[in-house]
């Protein structure tokens, strides 16, 4: 799915209006209507407080509060009676809204002085992606009251005081539990110093030209389904293990062997046809207890001193490696002989970190995949994460690697500096040796040929799928990187069946 910017977003606004038979004012009421609809099914609320602005986002404001009048809610409407000046749509959606008798219409400013019923809903219509620069101070009070008012919000479209594409300027930012964001992701939902004021976020489809979202470039996507879908392959009836590569996973060291055994879990559940850990012999006996699927190797005592290396093989390295001297020297000599696709990860990366000059060892189209403090260790530090993934798609470009930077919501950076935002997750996925998992799991999906875009794009979202499915289970808080192995077979016989659904009748 694309993510556009606000100003492409209000191109395809336009351009739906001028090439389909759709009036401006229609697009409105399709958005306040998708909007009412989410309201009267998710929000339990009798009563609602809808504080518009003067632009488009308060017109679809009034539109949806004349929507939720009519079904029979207790409506209360905020608006800045000291500006008279409305975009044309909010003026006629006003217009009609104060032609019903049953919705009292104040002015924000005295908001504070009504008394308010605890299941009122509170919803911000005041600004979308139209907003820029800063609020003054009377709005900058009002979303102070607001965020301090404990009930449930939801923001229409997006957050008011946020930018659509990046940090704002708005010292004071609505907070949302849910933002409902009409067609599109919003750069800023995804990272995590401005996605935090979205709460959930609720794409509603309000028919946009399927034309101009086609012919429009982006170079920013968020993974949906049908993306996987059309990546993933079953396997085949006539296939042996043979079939599904070789795997090869360099990890683990004295007091650190779960790291090593969480990722042959997670490459022997992602259907990799022979598993092989090269890791320290005081690993071997509860390697081979926990995963008896993966075959050993021996890189030394305590921690790898000897790699080994194959043709033919694919390799992950580093969950639980360790950085000492010896295994560093293996380790970067190991890297000279390769010259395929490799997935490195934790003291991997820490090892390349070590001088900037290793990292042009790593191979074409290999998938690096660091948590934030990885990934500044390699590329240095940045401001905030809008400025540190231009830092990524740089570096993903000059040495021609995937870099799969782990966050809440993981970014997947191409050598064309193409971005794939995942969405798939949750919180409960932030705990130890998840990361581990995720080697396991990439590695075995380009053994199995799949391409470095495709293993990178899949893995992710497997990984956070699984993630969903242990979450279920076992709730966010009592999650451990060991159940997501085990979650694995449930997310890929859904995919399986998603799959057939759509090559059959
Ligand atoms: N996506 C779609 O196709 C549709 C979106 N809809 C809604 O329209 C808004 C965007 O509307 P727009 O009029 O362009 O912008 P806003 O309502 O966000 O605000 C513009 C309004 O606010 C003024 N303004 C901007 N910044 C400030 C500021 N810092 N302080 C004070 N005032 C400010 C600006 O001058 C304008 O007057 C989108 O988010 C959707 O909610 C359509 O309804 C359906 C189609
Ligand atoms: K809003």
Known sequence: MKIFTAEQIRACDQWTVQHEQVSSLMLMEKAAGRCADWFASQIKSERFWIFCGNGNNG?????????????????????????????????????????????????????????????????????????????????????????????????IDIPTGLSADGLSDSESVFIADHTLSLQFWKKS????????????????????????IQK??????????????????????????????KVHLIAGSYGKIGAAILAARAAVRTGAGLVTVQAPECGFSILQTACPEAMMLSTGNIFSENLHYE?????GIGPGLGTESETQNAF??????????????????????LDNAHLELIPKNSLLTPHPKEFERLFGTSANSFKRLEI?????????IFIVLKDRYTQIITPKKTVYYNITGNPGMATGG??????????????????????????????????????????EEALIAGDLPESLGRVFNELKNSHYKKTTK
């Not at 939902?189 to 101009?212: A, M, Q, R, Y």
């Open 189 to 212: 939902f995804l990272h995590p110093e401005t996605g935090n004021f979205c709460g959930k976020v609720h794409i509603l489809d309000i028919g946009l030209s399927p034309e101009f």
């Open 216 to 245: 429009t470039d982006t170079s920013q996507y968020i993974i949906s389904d049908s993306t996987v879908q059309k990546i993933y392959r079953p396997r085949e009836q006539f296939s042996h293990k043979g079939t599904y590569g």
């Open 311 to 315: 043709e033919g093989i694919t390799y």
């Open 59 to 155: 017109g679809d404001g009034f539109a949806i509060a004349r929507m939720l009048y009519r079904k029979g809610f207790d409506i209360d409407v905020f608006i800045d009676f000291k500006n008279p000046e409305y975009s044309e749509d909010a003026r006629i959606n006003l217009q009609k809204l104060k032609e019903i008798s049953g919705v009292d219409i104040h002015d924000f400013r005295q908001v504070s002085e009504m008394k308010f019923k605890q299941d009122t809903s509170i919803v911000d219509a005041i600004f979308g992606s139209g907003f820029h620069g800063s609020l003054s101070l009377d709005y900058q009070k009002l979303i102070a009251f607001l965020n301090s008012i404990q009930a449930n919000k939801v923001s």
């Open 332 to 353: 970067l000599e190991f890297l000279k002989k390769i010259n395929k696709p490799i997935v490195l990860d934790a003291d991997a990366l820490n090892i390349i970190a």
């Open 434 to 475: 998840s990361g581990d998992v995720l080697t396991g799991i990439i590695t075995a999906l380009l053994a199995q040929k799949y391409s470095s875009e495709e293993a990178a794009i899949l893995g992710v979202w497997l990984h956070g799928k699984a993630g969903d499915d242990a979450a279920k289970m076992n709730s």
């Open 392 to 400: 990524a798609k740089e570096n993903a470009e000059k040495f021609g």
